[in-house]
């Protein structure tokens, strides 16, 4: 199955037809399917042509704002592809945006911007990364994925994770950012833009 994967990503990367599953550019409004998990109205708004989030501090082990929707039930290779912009320099100990893969609430998987220790990395893989705009891309396949990244303005993505989770058919798909500054005057804030689901060409 991997190797079917992988082929299918030779043929998306050559310029194989594509089909859009579901797209939401969150442009002034949330197209129908999605829901807030924990929402605080105050965390979120529409500005500049995208959705920001606001990075809060953790209640307990729990992210506000958390905007999921079912996971796809599609055959076939497909993507998860959102732009993510970290508007904010980051001071907080993993601080965090990007897509997230939820099972019953929890997190399964994260293809993320975070920041460690004095720098901001693509997670999984610890790719260090200075551009506070990058294009996500989660790909899977069956119980293969693949996750990958561009810095805004690359053409070319980076691949950082191989491996492999299935979906039970009750996971969901969204994104959330969480563990910024715990002083509420100093606010971060994570636009995000052009959230894709996207069936690579056979």
């Known amino acids: 199955m991997f190797l079917a994967l992988l082929a299918a990503l030779a043929a998306f990367g050559k310029g194989a037809a594509q089909e859009v599953l579901f797209e939401d550019s969150f442009d002034g409004s949330l197209q129908p399917g999605w829901q807030w998990r924990r929402e605080n109205p105050d965390g979120h708004r529409f500005v500049s042509g995208g959705l920001e989030i606001l990075a809060a501090p953790l209640a307990g082990s729990e992210a506000q704002n958390v905007l999921v929707r079912p996971f796809p039930?599609?055959?076939?290779?497909?993507?998860?592809?959102?732009?993510?912009?970290?508007?904010?320099?980051?001071?907080?100990?993993?601080?965090?945006?990007?897509?997230?893969?939820?099972?019953?609430?929890?997190?399964?998987?994260?293809?993320?911007?975070?920041?460690?220790?004095?720098q901001t990395y693509i997670f999984p893989g610890k790719i260090p990364v200075d551009a506070r705009t990058v294009n996500l891309r989660i790909i899977s396949s069956g119980d293969d994925i693949v996750a990958e990244y561009a810095a805004d303005g690359d053409s070319a993505y980076r691949r950082v994770y191989e491996g492999k989770l299935s979906p039970d058919g009750r996971d969901e798909i969204g994104v959330q950012c969480w563990n910024g500054p715990s002083d509420a005057r100093d606010q971060h804030w994570y636009r995000f833009r052009r959230f894709r689901v996207v069936r690579a060409g056979q």
Do not use: S
């Open 73 to 118: 039930n599609f055959t076939g290779p497909f993507n998860v592809e959102a732009q993510i912009t970290c508007l904010n320099k980051p001071t907080t100990q993993y601080q965090q945006g990007g897509i997230y893969w939820l099972r019953d609430g929890r997190v399964m998987f994260k293809l993320v911007h975070e920041y460690v220790d004095g």
